[in-house]
Each structure stands twice: as structure tokens, then as C-alpha cells.
């Protein structure tokens, strides 16, 4: 994003870096992460009105701790350091830090001692989140403390005239009931960002923006079903119109009447043109007497592949690819944790831009999940698109264990959009991340009238999560899940038996394969 006042957000490796940027974005203003040792030169060019060191599991003493490669109290820039970055201002304004006299994790009540304009309006015995096992034995110089709580005397720092912050607690996580106001005194107040920053001045930005890249070229987009194409696909038209070409591959592996689905949307909702190529017989002879689910991946890849290259033939003169690719992902690949996207790595179909010699258009790389979906509710895209939960890209075909068959794919189909019908009836479709039914390729015994049965099973899984990295199960209430197994038993013939999954991500994973 050029051209929009930006709060830059240093990552020393805590688990939350992702989180103050979001909260950081929910008061307004636009922030972005950067790893600890940014070049001076990268600083410069991105001009924040703001810095905020993010916290991180190092002590700054140890060997090896991560330090920026210049002094970032000297920019005259205000900086907001938070556990381990206020820290590195003791650290490198001759304070002094030690192992807490008593570690800190949890809920801690902060009081403040001192009037600023960091915790400005926030009540005194503020409810905060702690986790560190340092804390600060001497004050750096030129600083005052400004809060406290019963096991960290200098809780919070200050030298107001230099704006530098610090505080102990993390005010980006939940359980930081006033953490918001923490983070909107320090943009607002003590940067100064005046700018709004939400999916409104997203899309106007955006949309010049692929303006400017773009020009009179030709853009190829994959629309899969799944909420980043499709948004991405109407914010690109909304900026390009008819340069942009959409192909949806129906791959017979989809979930039922999604590829009509799309369609209508597309075409009917948003009278854009959209190519959709009937791919079931590639898919399924690609996947004929395949059972083992990194071999299926891989004949499901290929044959999305073969399909997508030979639609694009053609399409003359299209110069770019559009994708879907979120913030996260960006992140994860420049994170000080080094690229830590291994468990999705074999998420994204691979080699295609290279393949295809096309460049990127990547509109949502600055953006997270939930901004993506109220951009698109902003695009008029209906509630229940934009709210559907996650579904792989190789679809069905890693939910049903084993080797696929056209049978047990109508037979997976209509179980699975039964279950999403009770779940969605029973109000319970947005408390949920993502729901499904497997068809597992184990036959049991059953009665119905009078006769013996012996069908497969299906196994119902629902989990809450925020990422798709860790997930819980999810408690369904017995009533919907007895509707559920009894209308899938009654309705489906080829099931007889239906259990519900409560494995929880580690140790599982959100799929069975
Ligand atoms: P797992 O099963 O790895 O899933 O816990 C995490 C999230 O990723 C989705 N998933 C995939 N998405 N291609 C995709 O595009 C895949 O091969 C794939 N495998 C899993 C899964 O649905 C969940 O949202």
C-alpha cells in the first residue's frame, strides 16, 4: 500500500506479531510487519509514522537475541516497545534487565501511576495479559514509570518528550480487556495518524492500484469457489472490467452445486463472464486406482494444471495471473522464525505462474482473512459466499479416505451438504470454522426395517480455529448432531453408520488426509 500512513511493526519472534498489526488495522490505521533486522534503507522507504518492536521468547542479553541493525530510538519516530521490546529500550538506554523475582503469565491488573498519553482513559486495575519471564530491575535513562502491577513495579515506561513507550503486558491479545485503547492512544495520539484505513479506502487504493500495474493488459484468474479468488475476482473486474478473464475449473471433486453456484454468482449476480471447464474426466482418470493422499494431491494438481494452462492458451496477450495469497502467507516467508508454513506447503497448487510464464497480481498480500471478507461484503458479494468456510483446494478427493469413485463422491456430496444444512438451521454455521463430512472406506453392519445392512461410514467433523494452524473441536449439541446422523442414515443410501470426529489440531490434523 504506497501513499497510506503506516505504522511499521518490528517481529522479534513473539507468537502474537500477527495480532498487533490486526488491532493495529481494527482502530484505522494501517500497520505492516517487517522483520527485526530491516535495512535502514527499507525503514526509510516505507516512512511509518510509528514503530512498534513486537515481543519475542529471547532474553535481550542472550547470545544470539535479536537486535535491529541501527539504533530505532534515534529515527525520531515514536516507538511502542512491548515486553521483549521494551526490553531492548532498557537494554539499549542503559536500564537494566533481569529474571523476574516472579514470572508473569496470565491475567495481571495494571495500575497506572502516572498521567501520558499512552494509557490515557484506560481504568485504573486495567485487566491485562502477561507472559515473560524477564522483567526490568533498573529504569533506562530518561524514562519514568507510568504503571505497575503487584509483581512488576515498571510494568510501563515513558519519555514522553522522545515518545518512546514501553509495556510489559501485550495489549494486542484478547484478554487485554483496554489493550485496544493502549494501541489506538499510541497511533492516534502519539504518531498522529489522522487517515482512516478500512475496506472502503482499501478498495478505492486498490483498485488504482492495479490500474497503474496492470494498464492495458490481459489477467488470468482462478476462481475455485473459495472466498480470496472470488473477491479478488470482483475487485480486479471492478478495476479492469473486461481485461480480466475468469476460468472456474469444475473438477468434480467440489461440494455440491458449488460449480453452479459460482456460476450464477458470477454471471448472473455480477453479469461478469466466466469459462467454466467440465474437468470431472480428467480429475477422475487422474485419480483412478490412486489411494495413497500425497499421490492424489499430486494427480489432482496436475490435472488442475493441465486443464488451467491449456484454457489459457486461449486467452491472447494475458500477461498476469491473479491469486488469492493473504497477508500470513506473506509473512510467514520473511518471518524471524524463518519460512514456518511448512504444514501448508502442499497446500497451493505449485508451479503454475512458472509454468506459465505469467506475472503476479496479488491484491490481498497486505491484507488478513476477516479484512478480505468485509472487502467483500463492501464489493456487494451476498453474506453466505463470503462467510463460507475453507475448503481445500483438491476438494472431496482428500475427503474420501482412500480410492475415489464417482458413487462415493455423490454419495460424500449429499451427506456432506446435509450436515451443512442441519449445522446452518441450527444457527451454528458462523460459530464455526470449518465443517464436513468423510467418507471413510469402512463398512459395518446395521438393521433398517427388517433388513441387514452393511454400508460405509461417515465421519462429521467441526472445528473453531482463527488460522487453520492449531483448531479445537467443536462441541456440537447432541440434538443436532442426532438430527444430523439420522438424516444422513434415513437419506443416503450407502451410509449406515456416522460418527463425529473430537480430535483437536495438534494433535490432528483439520483434514483425515
Ligand atoms: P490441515 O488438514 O492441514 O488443514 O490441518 C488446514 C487447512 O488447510 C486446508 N487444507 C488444504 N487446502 N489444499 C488446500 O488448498 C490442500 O491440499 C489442503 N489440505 C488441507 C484445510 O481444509 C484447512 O482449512
Redesign the pocket.
Known amino acids: 500500500m504506497e501513499n497510506v500512513e503506516k505504522i511499521l511493526i518490528l517481529d522479534f519472534g513473539s507468537q502474537y506479531t500477527q495480532l498487533i498489526a490486526r488491532k493495529v488495522r481494527e482502530v484505522g490505521v494501517f500497520a505492516e510487519i517487517h522483520p527485526f533486522n530491516i535495512e535502514k534503507a527499507k525503514l526509510e522507504e516505507i516512512n511509518p509514522k510509528g514503530i512498534i518492536l513486537s515481543g519475542g521468547p529471547s532474553s535481550v542479553y542472550s547470545e544470539g537475541a535479536p537486535h535491529p541493525l541501527f539504533n530505532v530510538f534515534e529515527l525520531g519516530i515514536p516507538v511502542l516497545g512491548i515486553c521483549y521490546g521494551l526490553q531492548l529500550i532498557a537494554f539499549t538506554q542503559n536500564g537494566q534487565v533481569d529474571a523476574a523475582a516472579k514470572r508473569e503469565y496470565g491475567k495481571a491488573i495494571v495500575n497506572v501511576v502516572e498521567d501520558n498519553p499512552l494509557l490515557k482513559g484506560i481504568s485504573n486495575n486495567a485487566q491485562m495479559w502477561m507472559s515473560h519471564g524477564d522483567s526490568l530491575s533498573k529504569m533506562p535513562d530518561g524514562f519514568e514509570t507510568i504503571a505497575n502491577t503487584e509483581n512488576a513495579p515498571i510494568c510501563a515506561i515513558a519519555n514522553i518528550e522522545k515518545k518512546i513507550y514501553g509495556v510489559q503486558f501485550h495489549p494486542e491479545v484478547h484478554h487485554s480487556l483496554e489493550g485496544k485503547k493502549v494501541l489506538e492512544n499510541f497511533v492516534r495520539t502519539i504518531c498522529g495518524c489522522v487517515d482512516v484505513w478500512n475496506a472502503e479506502s482499501f478498495i478505492d487504493i486498490a483498485i488504482q492500484e492495479i490500474r497503474d500495474k496492470v494498464g492495458m493488459e490481459k489477467v488470468i484468474c482462478g476462481l475455485s469457489g473459495g472466498v480470496d479468488s472470488t473477491v479478488a475476482a470482483v475487485l480486479i473486474h471492478k478495476a479492469i472490467g473486461d481485461q480480466l478473464h475468469c476460468i472456474h475449473i469444475d473438477s468434480g471433486l467440489m461440494r455440491m452445486n458449488e460449480s453452479s453456484e459460482i456460476y450464477d454468482l458470477f454471471q448472473k449476480h455480477f453479469d461478469m463472464s466466466i469459462e467454466v471447464i467440465n474437468g470431472h474426466e480428467t480429475f477422475y482418470s487422474g485419480l483412478a486406482g490412486v489411494s495413497d493422499p500425497e499421490l492424489k494431491?499430486k494427480a489432482i494438481g496436475k490435472a488442475f494444471i493441465d486443464l488451467f494452462d491449456g484454457a489459457t492458451q486461449g486467452v491472447d496477450s494475458a500477461k498476469w495471473l491473479a491469486q488469492g495469497t493473504l497477508y500470513p502467507d506473506v509473512i510467514e516467508s520473511v518471518s524471524v522464525k524463518g519460512p514456518s508454513a511448512t504444514?501448508?506447503s502442499?497446500?497451493?497448487v505449485g508451479g503454475l505462474p512458472e509454468k506459465m510464464n505469467l506475472k503476479l497480481l496479488e491484491p490481498f498480500r497486505e491484507l488478513f482473512k476477516d479484512e478480505v471478507r468485509e472487502v467483500g461484503c463492501m464489493l456487494g458479494i451476498p453474506d453466505w459466499f463470503v462467510k463460507r468456510h475453507?475448503?481445500?483446494?483438491?476438494g472431496l478427493g482428500?475427503r474420501i479416505l482412500g480410492e475415489i469413485s464417482e458413487d462415493k463422491i455423490e454419495i460424500l456430496q449429499r451427506a456432506d451438504a446435509i450436515y451443512l444444512e442441519e449445522i446452518t438451521k441450527a444457527g451454528l454455521y458462523d460459530e464455526i470454522?470449518?465443517a464436513?463430512a468423510v467418507l471413510l472406506p469402512v463398512k459395518s453392519v446395521g438393521v433398517m426395517g427388517d433388513e441387514r445392512t452393511y454400508e460405509f461410514t461417515c465421519a462429521v467433523r467441526a472445528v473453531t480455529?482463527t488460522d487453520?494452524?492449531t483448531?479445537e473441536w467443536y462441541p456440537m449439541p447432541y440434538d443436532v448432531l442426532e438430527k444430523i446422523s439420522s438424516r444422513i442414515i434415513n437419506e443416503i443410501k450407502g451410509i449406515n453408520r456416522v460418527v463425529y470426529d473430537i480430535t483437536s489440531?495438534p494433535p490432528?490434523?483439520?483434514?483425515w488426509e
Open positions: 494431491r504444514i501448508k502442499h497446500h497451493n475453507p475448503f481445500p483446494g483438491p482428500i470454522w470449518q464436513f480455529s487453520g494452524m483448531a489440531k490432528g490434523t483439520i483434514e
